[in-house]
Every structure is written in C-alpha cells, then in structure tokens.
C-alpha cells in the first residue's frame, strides 16, 4: 500500500484544522446568527455545546482519522467491516460537505467582492448610509452572484488538488497570525466607539427571554459548523496525522482559538451596529455592511478593507478545501481515483449545486418564492438543515460509535499516545457515552417541540 502522506509536525496539523475551523463561520456567522437570537444567552448556550459536546466530537473524530489512516467511509469500513450501518455516518458526513461547501462558497464570493471593492477604491469615503444598499446590490445580482461563486470554487480545486500538507500549511502559517492581528486591530477600534458597551451587555448580558425554541438547535449547529464537526473534515484532516502527535492538546487548542476569535468577531461588528443604529438581527449581511463603515470612520478603508477582505477569503478558504478535501479522499480513496480527476469532478459538481444559492438573493424562485412558501429562501435552507441537523445528526452517530463500538484498546492508545493527559481519558469517555448523546438528543426533540 502507498504510505500516506502526513503534516510535517503536530504545529502543521494544528495549524491546518484551525484553518478549517476558522472561517467564515466565526467571522460572518458567529455574529449574525448571535444577533438573530437575541444575544447573551444564545451565546452562553453556544459556549457550553463548545465545551461540553464540540470538544469531545472533537476529540473522538481526529482519534478515528488518526487511527484508521483512512478517510470518512474507509475509516468506518476498517472498523466495522464493510457491509455495517455505521458506514452511514460516512456517506451522510459526504454529503454534508457537499451541501455546506456549495453555499460556503457563495458567501467566500462575497468576500473576494468586498476585496475587490476596497483595492479599487470603492469603498473609500463611504457614507454609513451607503453600507447596506451596496451589499444589497450585491446579493441580488445574479451575475456577480455566480462569476464569484465560481471563481472561489475554481479556487478551492486547485488547492485540494495540490494535494495537502503542501501549500495550505505553509501558507496558513502566515496568513492565520495575520488575520488575528487584524481582528485585534479592530477591536481596538471597537472598544473606543459609543456603543461598546452596549454591545458588551448585549453579547455577554446573559438574557433568556429572546431565546426560542429553535435556540438551542442553532447554538448546537453553530457550534458544529464552526468547529468543523460532524461530516468527517477533522477526521480527514486526523488521518494526515502521524501517530507521535498527541490529539488531546490539539483539540483544546483549535476549540480555544476557534471560540475567541469567533467572540472577538461579535465585539468588533456589535459595537459598530449599535454606535451607528443599525438592526443586530440584520442578517447574513451584517460583516460585509458595519466593517466598512467602521473602516471608513478610521479613514482607511482601501488598505485595510483590502487586508481585512482578503484575509477573510483566505480564511474561507483554507476551510472550504477541509470540505473538498472530505469528498475528494472518498474518491481517491475509496474509487481509487486520481486526485485531480477527484478534486475537479467533486468541486464542479458542488459549483453547479451552489447555483440555486448563489441566486438566492436576486431570482424570484429561490428567493422570494421559496420564502413565501416554506419561510426561508433556498441559501438558508440548505444552511439550516444541513448545519443544524445534519452535522449534529453526524455527531452524534461518531459519539455513539467512539464510546460504545469501537474496540478499548485502540481508543485507549488513540487518545493517550502523545499525550500526557491520562486522567481526562476517563472524562471524555463518559461525555461522549452520556452526555453527548442525550445532550443532541434532547435538543432535536425540543426543536420539533416534542419537550
Ligand atoms: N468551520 C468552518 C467555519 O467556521 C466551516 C467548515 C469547514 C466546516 N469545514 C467544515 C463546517 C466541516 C462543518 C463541517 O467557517
């Protein structure tokens, strides 16, 4: 059999699943889905399903990738045998990546465009004003909408076909301690606008009464989405791993710095939304409207949009190849096709799938048509379901698995080898037997308003 390629250090792996967990998902998700919810106690519930069911999902994914050397449905194959319902998880993990990567890139588009309006100067001397017409003439333009679309995806491709290690982790290293200082910079600006502290109290001011039913589910999704959870990307990413490199600390670390700079991101965009009275429920176009303006108030928008904005796509980027990558190892694994057959044949088919939400904004049919009919346009359906219950649907199959089928002696030397954290070895067995589980559990069933 030809040997694997591996990270070139446990840095490199951490580094690269950071890269997959940091995205889009902490920087224009995290806030507006915060924002929808009402804030402080979405938060909070948000927080706990990090700390107590992300983590140990985790934990129990890289450990699987780790230990079988084998992408999503090969690693269940090698442990249950071919024929097993528990290769589900596999292909539902497939197709998970496939849903999320064809909206990912719609937003990843959105992103090139803001980089594009800053390096020519467009953005300069905004008006707040001004902010939101020009996203809105964006998303409803079916033309820009697409060539962007297609552009990122085209992107994605050629990176994953590259094959990985290479590029990605060399570039990550860069360009991810960029993006934080970039983040920081603006929080610097943040803290000194009027309505921080508003925005503080609003993030932090723990609330229950705007919660909803739905709350619980969307904290769950969030947490899963942003983490990189539950379709088998850190499991890929974990069967790079060379078995040296503990996964314990690794995981701590990527749920660590994936949880602040998503907060961090909330404390840059509220303060800006409430100095300048704008909704916090504003939707998916929160980021693209209140950065610009507050980098037009720091009179510096065609430089720093232009690093803010690209930083932002690279940061999608090294999260949109992490989904690719999952359905492209299947290929090439499982099919035994060649990476560039793989990576182009399954980025193409996400593109084509993506259309539909790349005109979410401006085509009657999967906009507004949908909206009248089911309440949500094409873009947040896919966005809703696969998020909220696919992933976590996916979490809960790997939990069950991990703590209940696979065999003690490999979980054992998976989870202690490289690390020296014995005495959590227990802890994490028991959440992921009971707590994760029930904790998933109770909330699909709340969501659907069964308790
Ligand atoms: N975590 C990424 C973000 O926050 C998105 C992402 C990458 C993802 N790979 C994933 C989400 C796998 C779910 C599953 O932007």
Known sequence: ???????????????????????????????????????????????????????????????????????????????????????????????????????????????????????????????????????????????????????????????????????????SRILMPALFIMMLILLGKAIFMDGFSQAFQFVFGFNALKFSSTGALKALGQAFFSLSLGMGAMLTYGSYLRNQDGIVEASVTISILDTAIALISSLILFPIIFSYGMEPAAGPGLVFISIPIALSQMGSTTIFGTLFFALLVFAALTSAISMLEVSASYLIDEKKWTRVRATVV???????????????????????????????????????????????????????????RMNEALRSKGFLSGSNLRIFYKIWLLLLKFLVPIAIVLIFLHAINLI
């Open 1 to 171: 059999m030809k040997q694997r390629t591996h990270w070139e250090s446990r840095v490199g792996f951490v580094l690269a699943a950071s890269g997959s967990a940091v995205g889009l998902g902490n920087i224009w998700k995290f806030p507006y889905v915060t924002g929808e919810n009402g804030g402080g106690f979405f938060v909070l519930v948000y927080l706990i399903c990090v700390a107590l069911v992300g983590l140990p999902v985790m934990i129990a994914e890289i450990l699987i990738g780790r230990s079988t050397q084998n992408s999503p449905v090969g690693a269940f194959k090698s442990l249950s045998g071919t024929k097993s319902p528990w290769l589900s998880i596999g292909y539902l993990g497939l197709f998970s990546s496939f849903i999320i990567l064809s909206f990912y890139s719609v937003v990843a588009g959105w992103s090139m465009h803001y980089t594009w309006l800053s390096v020519s100067g467009q953005l300069a001397d905004l008006k707040p004003a001004e902010a939101e017409p020009i996203f809105d003439q964006l998303f409803q333009s079916t033309r820009m909408n697409l060539f962007w679309h297609m552009i990122f995806i085209g992107l994605t491709v050629g990176v994953v076909f590259k094959g990985i290690s290479k590029g990605v982790e060399r570039w």
């Open 346 to 404: 399954a980025g193409l088919a996400a593109g084509l799938f993506g259309i539909p939400s790349a005109l979410s904004g401006g085509n009657w049919i999967f906009g507004s048509g949908l909206i009248s009919l089911i309440g949500k346009n094409w873009f947040d359906s896919l966005d809703y379901l696969a998020s909220n219950w696919m992933l976590p649907l996916g979490g809960l199959g790997i939990a069950i698995f991990t703590a209940w």
